[in-house]
């Protein structure tokens, strides 16, 4: 599963919230152990102690992060995150992609795609200092879950 996601920040902006522990419960859940640095093992609770375990095994040039991802009840998948800058001459406010893939999901694929792109709204959201509530986080899941089933 990809998604590529359109900012209107800088990649070094992008960059430097992805991998905050200080913004990282704005948009994704709180870090109980571990950073972002390669060969750290960052444990996140998505809430009610629901942890993910990921260690991070890619960190290039501010601008890639690799990382496993697992959840106790799941299978272990890999995700990985690109940063890069948009270059449009039409527009003078700087901008950049970011690239999400998440592989390795096999039937998991349904409900990762709409919460990817939940907690990519949070982050943007988060990114413009305007986290949107966490209690929002499952009727925004469940639009966007609608949105992209397959019929």
Known sequence: ????????????EVWRHLTSERHLPEWLGHARR???????????DHGDGYLCTSVVDTL??????GMTWDFPDEPPSRLLVTVEPVADEQD????CLLHLRHTELDDLTGSYLPGWITH???F?????TDPLPTQAF??????????????
Request: charged content about 25%.
């Open 1 to 12: 599963m990809s998604i590529t996601w359109k900012l209107a920040r800088s990649t070094p």
């Open 92 to 95: 003078a406010e700087e901008q």
């Open 120 to 122: 990519l709204t949070y």
């Open 138 to 151: 499952w009727r925004l899941y469940e639009t966007h879950h609608q949105l992209t089933a397959t019929t």
């Open 34 to 44: 571990g950073g972002f640095s390669t060969g750290d093992t960052l444990v996140v």
């Open 60 to 65: 290039d040039d501010d601008r890639t992060l």
């Open 124 to 128: 943007e959201s988060s990114l413009d």
